[in-house]
């Protein structure tokens, strides 16, 4: 089997990956609660072959799914989790949601999982075909946004047995990984005080508010002493209830930290847990620090970025109808940076090996750390669409949301079998990482004793 045959499979496979993709989307569910989605995705590797291991680093919706043995082993980072407050009916031009308040794909993660699952299956049809020694893994990533899952299986070690990881992720545009991306850490800070009337006794009472309000005034006088890179986001996630003439006994505030690298992120963090201790001593009440998860600022890899470059350039772009190019026409309308008249990339750029750091996070990060990654994107979006938006959602059915995941999937694949075939290709990735991490070893930034769980308003 040569690499177009390889292409040629994966594309006769299109019905079935398709079908996957919408069933997640159909079932859009988030952080640590994708049981139905995570089904999903271990029964199709199933069908597929695969050796199917559920429930990994103690994880109930991570899995992997197994092809192969020996030498190298190569891991597919597939993502299914969905986004609260994004429900969006398919197809749809405008805003409108299945259920008011409801979930939905708005980072196109049903169209990450079935890409991976595309390069998944097309790799373990290529060992088979070749009789080539080499192991591939699916792995079921949960809880991407705001989770944390890999960085947590990270932890575990799910990933100490890869000599390399691919991934890819929706967007508007072809081409793969060159920067970097910020590391972060998020923590509930929960302050007790004591209710009292606060017209009668005020002077009885310690408000838990009052803390929180003034957390978050620290926070805003310490933004001028750290670093431009530096973001700090907060929600205030509990006010203590919804009466003014009570002195609220309880409050919370959820904090997300972020900056170029994990030992900025450390120092961010103690500086912002003693200005929570300092709201808790000027109130007089107790505080009590949650840490939730952390992700690491991603290690690029250009030797693998070049590559994954060169095999997109090797696909045919897709062709569209005049209905497709109408509808993401009319999407792309919707967005301030779109545009109308050419609403879907159809050029590859070549790869551009700057150091850059991408301003948000992905707990792929983590796996940077420890193995050559590399990710991909293709344009599932038109152009112009953000990520988190009803428009990424809206166009997650559809024609060229399916076409471009296909597309990667098999830009995936040849990526793997490179690595497969040429051996100094994944020396000199690994040569790459070594050189990046200058001796340093992944430590993971959440501690052990922290759990994977979903956010949520009370501990």
């Known amino acids: 089997m040569n690499k177009q045959e390889l292409f040629e499979y994966i594309a006769s496979q299109e019905e079935f990956l398709n079908h996957v993709s919408d069933s997640v989307w159909d079932n859009p569910e988030t952080c640590y609660s994708e049981k139905i989605s995570s089904e999903i995705i271990c029964k199709a590797l199933e069908e597929q072959g695969f050796h199917v291991e559920k429930g990994i680093a103690g994880i109930p919706t991570a899995f992997t799914g197994t092809f192969g043995h020996g030498k190298p082993v190569i891991g597919f980072l597939g993502e299914f989790d ?18 008011s308040g409801g979930n939905g794909h708005g980072c196109g993660h049903n169209l990450l999982g079935t890409g991976c699952l595309a390069a998944a ?89 009052d803390a929180v309000t003034l957390f978050n005034v620290g926070i805003q006088f310490l933004r001028e002493h750290v670093l431009p890179s530096v973001r700090m986001h907060y929600a205030v996630t509990d006010t203590g209830g919804f009466s003014p003439n009570v002195v609220q006994p309880t409050a919370e505030v959820l904090v997300l930290l972020r900056a170029e690298d994990n030992a900025t992120v450390a120092d961010v963090r103690s500086r912002v847990e003693d200005i929570a201790r300092g709201a808790a001593l000027m109130t007089g009440t ?66 551009k090996p700057v150091e850059i750091v991408f301003p948000a996070s992905s707990d792929v990060g983590d796996v940077s750390w420890i193995v050559p990654t590399v990710s991909l994107s293709a344009p599932t979006w038109p152009v112009g669409t953000a990520a988190h938006s009803w428009q990424a959602v809206a166009v997650g059915k ?22 497969i075939e040429k051996p100094e290709l994944l020396e000199q990735a690994k040569e790459e990482l070594n050189r990046r991490l200058k001796g340093s070893k992944y430590e993971c930034p959440i501690p052990k004793g922290v759990v994977p769980r979903a956010l949520s308003m009370k501990k």
């Open 82 to 99: 969905a986004l609260s407050g994004l429900s969006q009916v398919a197809g749809a031009t405008e805003k409108i949601a299945i259920h």
């Open 398 to 419: 559809s024609t060229p949301a399916h076409k471009a995941t296909l597309m990667v999937g098999e830009a995936m694949a040849g990526v793997a079998v490179d690595l």
């Open 121 to 209: 299956i097309g790799l373990r049809k290529y060992l088979e075909e070749t009789g080539k020694e080499g192991t591939v893994i699916f792995f079921g990533c949960p809880a991407e946004e705001g989770g944390g899952g890999k960085t947590f299986m990270a932890r575990e070690g799910c990933f100490d047995h890869l000599d390399a990881a691919i991934a890819w992720h929706p967007g508007d545009a072809y081409g793969s990984s060159a920067g970097s991306t910020l590391a972060n850490c998020q923590i509930y800070f929960r302050y007790k005080g004591i209710s009292s009337h606060a017209g009668i006794s005020p002077h009885l009472g310690r408000s838990a508010l």
């Open 286 to 351: 107790e505080l009590e620090i949650d840490f939730v998860k952390a992700t690491s600022n991603t290690v690029p890899n250009h030797v693998l970025g070049r590559d994954a470059v060169e095999n997109l350039k090797l696909l045919k772009l897709p062709e569209f109808s005049k209905e497709d190019v109408e509808f993401y026409s009319k999407i792309s309308a919707t967005n301030k940076n779109g545009n109308p008249e050419h609403p879907i990339a159809d050029t590859i750029p070549d790869f």
